[in-house]
């Protein structure tokens, strides 16, 4: 079944009532994903849900769709009633549910490109400016299934040619994942420094950029690489031992100089989680290097195996922070740079380049946004963009500037995350020097950012008395007088839990 994309409307009738059913099915089907959420959980709503799209109702029909062939199969094994029931109880003409795999059976065409990602957006060439609207996904651009000798063509998913290092931002946020990622894509014959290299950062920061920058780079240096998604990746895995080639699947995977894996957070189930371990082992043990992209640090990963988690922190792991307002400055007169050379018509004056930059904090893509909306605008209306047409058309995508509330488990993962131990270590009753510094310090953070008490704070850590938070608010307190650089970190580490 070929997709179209938009949501629309079952059932006949003038395009009014068309307009009313689509509207009515799109809400039913937010509920149903809410419920779904609440049900099933945060991790497993990610994992499988996130991206599953309604394309229509019609006929009683429900026609759903995913990205990939591996999505479909495992909703339609595991999920397939439970979103049926849900479905029916929010709308009651619904009696079938159908996922379709968005993107197939459609002709053959190249893949479009995706959107440049946070960090992304040096000035490109006028004669390739990007898409005015967001295309599909990296997932969304793989071929069906791996295909050619004994159970897999793992030529990976494409690389995106527009994702470089020559196009990377750079600034102090991801200066030290650029320069580990350049160190990595450049190895010279001797063994791997930083292996595996292990990204983490929010949505939309450039994490992903990066892993296409370091395949193009390695790729041109003659190594052999293959840059995979978690889905893709164990997409082919099952289809390995569905046609009894698993041994040649993980054979042609361990023959590569350099294995680039995106979101890896992603990767469910035990025996496939069992072969990314061997996988990353027999690689590393190998000598040869290993890339691994998520959206949080691997002491986080729950439904990875604690061997895999330790295996990955083992490594070189990196965080790309969130952007300031200089790197989201640069991103944008780079995008805006972009697009003018394809539309010379198209003008921003600085006081709105520099409203949108300071009005849009929370990563690149949205800044992506913001452009493709000020140039349909000005080319759709004929009219300049004002200050005025800026606020109205990003309205959406400023982020709500009222007081964040922070909440205690909050700052015991990002603490944790920062000096690399777990949040069960925080909360345990070791007393080693890697752990008690970042405890005290998540201690002191919840007493100058909660509005809890003592006592509460306490319990919070593990069911500690009031005395050994004190003991540790003082400390810190003492601390950061003497101590510059630990100050440094300290108010970094609340200017991340405010933003």
Same mark, same amino acid.
């Given at each position: 079944?070929?997709?179209?994309?938009?949501?629309?409307?079952?059932?006949?009738?003038?395009?009014?009532?068309?307009?009313?059913?689509?509207?009515?099915?799109?809400?039913?089907?937010?509920?149903?994903?809410?419920?779904?959420?609440?049900?099933?959980?945060?991790?497993?709503?990610?994992?499988?849900?996130?991206?599953? /799209?309604?394309?229509?109702?019609?006929?009683?029909?429900?026609?759903?769709?995913?990205?990939?062939?591996?999505?479909?199969?495992?909703?339609?094994?595991?999920?397939?009633?439970?979103?049926?029931?849900?479905?029916?109880? /929010?709308?009651?003409?619904?009696?079938?549910?159908?996922?379709?795999?968005?993107?197939?059976?459609?002709?053959?065409?190249?893949?479009?490109?995706?959107?440049?990602?946070?960090?992304?957006?040096?000035?490109?060439?006028?004669?390739?400016?990007?898409?005015?609207?967001?295309?599909?996904?990296?997932?969304?651009?793989?071929?069906?299934?791996?295909?050619?000798?004994?159970?897999?063509?793992?030529?990976?998913?494409?690389?995106?040619?527009?994702?470089?290092?020559?196009?990377?931002?750079?600034?102090?946020?991801?200066?030290?994942?650029?320069?580990?990622?350049?160190?990595?894509?450049?190895?010279?014959?001797?063994?791997?420094?930083?292996?595996?290299?292990?990204?983490?950062?929010?949505?939309?920061?450039?994490?992903?950029?990066?892993?296409?920058?370091?395949?193009?780079?390695?790729?041109?240096?003659?190594?052999?690489?293959?840059?995979?998604?978690?889905?893709?990746?164990?997409?082919?895995?099952?289809?390995?031992?569905?046609?009894?080639?698993?041994?040649?699947?993980?054979?042609?995977?361990?023959?590569?100089?350099?294995?680039?894996?995106?979101?890896?957070?992603?990767?469910?189930?035990?025996?496939?989680?069992?072969?990314?371990?061997?996988?990353?082992?027999?690689?590393?043990?190998?000598?040869?290097?290993?890339?691994?992209?998520?959206?949080?640090?691997?002491?986080?990963?729950?439904?990875? /195996?604690?061997?895999?988690?330790?295996?990955?922190?083992?490594?070189?792991?990196?965080?790309?922070?969130?952007?300031?307002?200089?790197?989201?400055?640069?991103?944008?007169?780079?995008?805006?740079?972009?697009?003018?050379?394809?539309?010379?018509?198209?003008?921003?004056?600085?006081?709105?380049?520099?409203?949108?930059?300071?009005?849009?904090?929370?990563?690149?893509?949205?800044?992506?946004?913001?452009?493709?909306?000020?140039?349909?605008?000005?080319?759709?209306?004929?009219?300049?963009?004002?200050?005025?047409?800026?606020?109205?058309?990003?309205?959406?995508?400023?982020?709500?500037?009222?007081?964040?509330?922070?909440?205690?488990?909050?700052?015991?993962?990002?603490?944790?995350?920062?000096?690399?131990?777990?949040?069960?270590?925080?909360?345990?009753?070791?007393?080693?020097?890697?752990?008690?510094?970042?405890?005290?310090?998540?201690?002191?953070?919840?007493?100058?950012?909660?509005?809890?008490?003592?006592?509460?704070?306490?319990?919070?850590?593990?069911?500690?008395?009031?005395?050994?938070?004190?003991?540790?608010?003082?400390?810190?307190?003492?601390?950061?007088? /003497?101590?510059?650089?630990?100050?440094?970190?300290?108010?970094?580490?609340?200017?991340?839990?405010?933003?």
């Amino acid at each position: 079944m070929q997709v179209e994309g938009n949501l629309t409307g079952g059932g006949s009738g003038g395009s009014g009532r068309g307009d009313d059913a689509a509207a009515e099915n799109a809400q039913a089907w937010t509920r149903v994903k809410r419920r779904l959420r609440a049900e099933l959980g945060e991790d497993i709503f990610a994992s499988w849900f996130a991206r599953l /799209e309604l394309e229509e109702v019609n006929a009683g029909t429900a026609r759903l769709s995913v990205p990939t062939r591996f999505l479909k199969s495992w909703i339609e094994s595991h999920y397939l009633d439970r979103v049926l029931n849900t479905f029916r109880s /929010e709308l009651e003409q619904v009696a079938r549910i159908e996922v379709g795999v968005r993107g197939t059976g459609a002709p053959a065409r190249p893949a479009a490109p995706k959107p440049l990602s946070a960090a992304t957006a040096a000035v490109r060439a006028p004669a390739a400016p990007a898409p005015l609207t967001a295309p599909a996904s990296p997932s969304a651009t793989e071929t069906d299934a791996p295909r050619g000798e004994a159970g897999g063509d793992l030529s990976g998913a494409p690389l995106d040619v527009r994702l470089s290092f020559v196009n990377f931002v750079v600034a102090r946020s991801n200066a030290l994942a650029h320069a580990a990622a350049e160190r990595v894509s450049r190895h010279d014959g001797e063994a791997p420094l930083y292996n595996p290299l292990y990204v983490h950062a929010g949505v939309g920061l450039g994490k992903t950029h990066l892993l296409h920058a370091i395949g193009h780079a390695a790729r041109e240096a003659g190594r052999r690489v293959i840059y995979l998604t978690a889905d893709r990746f164990m997409y082919g895995f099952v289809n390995a031992l569905k046609t009894q080639n698993a041994l040649a699947f993980k054979e042609r995977l361990r023959a590569i100089d350099l294995l680039v894996l995106d979101d890896v957070q992603f990767i469910q189930g035990k025996s496939i989680q069992a072969e990314f371990g061997h996988t990353i082992n027999a690689l590393v043990d190998a000598g040869r290097q290993v890339v691994v992209a998520s959206d949080r640090p691997p002491t986080e990963l729950d439904a990875l /195996e604690e061997r895999v988690r330790s295996r990955l922190a083992g490594g070189l792991v990196v965080e790309i922070g969130g952007l300031d307002e200089q790197l989201r400055a640069s991103i944008l007169s780079a995008r805006l740079a972009a697009v003018q050379a394809a539309h010379p018509n198209f003008e921003v004056s600085p006081q709105v380049a520099a409203y949108v930059a300071k009005a849009i904090t929370a990563n690149g893509r949205d800044l992506e946004g913001a452009v493709n909306r000020l140039l349909a605008h000005a080319t759709l209306t004929g009219s300049p963009v004002t200050m005025e047409t800026a606020e109205t058309a990003i309205r959406d995508l400023v982020k709500n500037r009222e007081p964040k509330r922070i909440k205690i488990e909050d700052i015991q993962k990002l603490v944790a995350s920062r000096y690399n131990v777990s949040r069960s270590d925080i909360l345990s009753e070791r007393r080693t020097a890697a752990v008690v510094k970042p405890r005290q310090i998540a201690m002191y953070l919840s007493k100058v950012l909660t509005l809890r008490s003592l006592p509460e704070i306490g319990r919070r850590f593990g069911g500690r008395d009031h005395t050994t938070v004190l003991h540790a608010v003082r400390k810190i307190e003492k601390q950061i007088g /003497e101590d510059a650089v630990l100050g440094d970190e300290v108010e970094l580490l609340k200017r991340m839990l405010q933003d």
